[in-house]
């Protein structure tokens, strides 16, 4: 890493008129008084008028440029203890396991204790930072893309699904992928319709709290998934997270099932509608839900890793104008995923423009913004004009799982008559029919 | 009620010709076979060529007219037991409880045990059906509108919380205002905010399962509701449903923190961040929390019911195209709330257009797609970003009541800066400050 990542314009000639490199301690005037703290590096879409210091405090600080009066260097910081050890053996005995970077904090080194993260993702340096690791599995870490999750999207699920699909040939036990807590779970849910009957486990793993902090989730999180993709005896698309605030489980979710369903705590994600696939502990995996698929039959794996990324997700509101709904049409969209109140409603002259839509082509499908329960169009009046107006209603599944697997359906059908055949289908556990009344 | 409410078209004369009315018992030939059930009334919205049939499952079945080959009635209804009894004593010494009826299923009455519900909504009535009510209060039903509450919105309001304004000048010791249960959360953050400081209980009330099936938790609901908005010593604005999934609680929770969070079960409100305000059992008042306002100062109520419509919400999703945020200027429209994703982000080219969104002078706002925790744009360079384009974080904010709160603010507002101030304000109990880090 330059000595001076991130830090570019009047940011960059400041700390180099003062001679301040990452990871030096700086007191610096600002118009409230004297601030002491580390440098720290700045990364995607920084500004070049901001100077970051890390306080003692632990929280960080950013200073405008131009209202500095000046600083002066406490102390040098002190240049990375990374050495990485030998490693002793080459534990090909070990089962081998694929870790696939995209961004995020996890499976970061935090440089000159700045707090500052970068990926760490060379196999010697994953196991400096977690020597674990080397007990568990032969990892081979490869950096696939380096973005923040709130930027992934439709195309890197391809690229990502197609990267997984060519690992079950090369042999590997598993794959871990690291992201962003963000979108982790939209994540999940493209790869788990794109990689469905894959043989082996694909965990996906994040962290809710940078690895600079004594809080953080991230090693005891790649630890868990590593372990799960190495040894679980079951196969699929999962997500594993912090299971409560503690350090000493690892929740596993089903890829279409799961949610972040807290900004900040470290057990932020939650299965929806249907129990845990099973819960990773230091002691190994319990908890094994009964239906999941067994380890090692590949007869059925047929990647479909593309995408059609033009599929809005709208949620319903009181007062939603029927217009939001028509541009979606007019964009050129060919899905719309709508998050109704309660059972499944929309306004009736949202119905009209759903409508609308749905007779120039488009597969306009119906899904809760309870998140909990499932949708039924047979039981008011409403539904039944949705369903008059070829509206699809989704069962339990959740609206970002619905709004992926749209986007996946359109990808990979010919037809939206197709897509909205898959649409009702239950591809990979994103949904559960209900038993319809006698 | 007319004998055929509800049908017309093609279906009205079907059932002229066989001679049936509502609540008699048909047999018909249909496709499938005999099908036997109680000829259910049809409400708004309905069709002309459906009959609804009510089977002894306790289900309704809707049957193409086209489709069926004849009929035969087995049973006539039985004619409405609806005689009110008379009302003894004047109870003139209870409290006064306005009933203001909005729609949905509860305080109604099932006709002909057909299952179909229409507003029971004279105070005979009520007292025919939750002979309870009589001995909690002296309640004056009211019926304001009756729509179904996804067709509720911003002008409805209105309405509303200028009946409920009045009712405090006229002596009322409490409101309950009935309604549908899908936008049953929005309307109770819209009467927090134009109601704030209102001296008595408002409560708002709905039920989850029809007062025709075994299960209903309207009656219950609505004892529990007329007893707190008659009885309570705190006032404010609560939504009253079922506490768990048995009879014995009913929950009262602050207006503007609860949202449905389940389509069907009973228990299906909740409320988010915060503890519930109260719990009624038929034995009194429980659990009340401390910092509710004491019922009885009128002093600072200044009701404040306009509301202005042209605000949208846009959940952000990955992929979504920045031309959904740039048509929400395009409509003419002055607010709009995002709901991000974690902390409150969104994607590189979505901060780009509610930038321009935020300069062209509308009021942008961030809540979290998580629902639990709270938004904040200081921690990542993406939230720094979105601060620095003019979006406005909303703390713990659920994405519903900022929706409505943004309506609130522009319909009271001279100016957009005026609102965003009021945004930022806890007016209801919207929102609790995060403790900035020393």
Redesign the interface.
Known sequence: MPELAGYRGRALEFLSRVKANIGDVLETETEWGTVTGTVVP??????DNHLVLKLK?G?NV?LAISKLKGATIKKRGEKPAFAPPEISNSRADLPKVLILGTGGTIASRVDYRTGAVSPAMTAEELHALIPELSDIAEVKPEILFNI???????TH?SKLATRIGRSVAEGYAGVVVTHG???LG??AAALSFALQNVPIPIVLVGSQRSPDRPSSDATQNLIGAVSIAANAPFSGVFVAMHLDESDDGIALHRGTRVR??????RD?FLSVGVPLAAVWRPSGIESIAQDLPKRGDATRFRPATRFD?KV??????????K??IS?VGR?GYRGLII??????????KDIAAAKALAREGGLVCMT?????????LNV???G??LL?AGVVPLEDMLA?TA??KA?WALGNSSSVAEAKKLMLENIAGEMTSRRL??
Chains 1, 2 share one sequence.
């Open positions: 700045r990364y995607e879409y920084a500004d405090s929280y950013g923040l999750s709130e930027n992934i999207g439709s699920w807590t963000d979108t939209y994540t972040k369903n807290h900004t900040s705590r932020a990324g809005a997700l709208l949620k319903f509101y009181p007062s939603m104008p217009e939001l541009f964009m998050e109704g109140t309660g059972l499944g409603h929309v306004s009736s809760s913004q309870c998140v909990n329960g499932r949708v039924n008011y009046d409403t039944r004009d008059r970002e709004l992926v986007m009344p006698g």
